[in-house]
């Protein structure tokens, strides 16, 4: 004849309670522990920043007020890194350099250390457009030349 093992280790009630009661303490323990978690996702910023930060960006057109200006820019490159840009071919509205920090959360816009708000209208991995309201016109002064409006500066890699 077969017992169950209950019965043939002669388990008593209050035996068979803390049995089951560690049992299922255990199964909740081990079901409420993890394996190595993905790593959180990254923050709105972080993404942006990853993605400015991520390699020269070349102008491939401009417009102010709706009116293609490439030709002013030509030749506009930026480099970012966590706090700071540099330029090349982009005076007066792009100076050589100088630093930028995120406006919010969303990260949808950065203020340069000029004060200049530079709003961040598209950002992926191949492309970056850039919108910002320049106040001067400098049409007439050697290579350092612009034009007042709202310009749109749309960069690849």
């Not at 004849?1 to 002669?10: D, E, I, V, W």
Request: include cysteine; proline fraction near 3%; hydrophobic fraction near 40%.
């Amino acid at each position: 004849m077969k017992q169950t093992l209950f019965k043939s280790a002669r388990f008593s009630g209050f035996s068979k309670l803390i049995f089951f009661v560690a049992l299922v303490g255990g199964l909740l323990f081990v079901s409420g522990c993890k394996g190595k978690s993905e790593d959180p996702k990254p923050s709105k910023q972080d993404e942006v920043q990853a993605i400015l930060i991520s390699g020269n960006w070349r102008i491939q057109t401009v417009t102010v007020d709706g009116v293609d200006e490439t030709d002013l820019y030509e030749d506009l490159t930026l480099r970012f890194t966590a706090t700071n840009y540099t330029s090349t071919n982009g005076l007066p509205v792009w100076p050589s350099s100088g630093t930028w920090s995120f406006t919010n959360d969303q990260a949808n816009a950065f203020q340069r250390n000029d004060g200049l708000l530079v709003d961040i209208l598209e950002a992926t991995s191949t492309s970056l457009k850039l919108g910002l309201a320049w106040e001067e016109t400098t049409i007439g002064s050697g290579r350092a030349s612009s034009v007042e409006g709202d310009h749109v500066f749309s960069f690849v890699k």
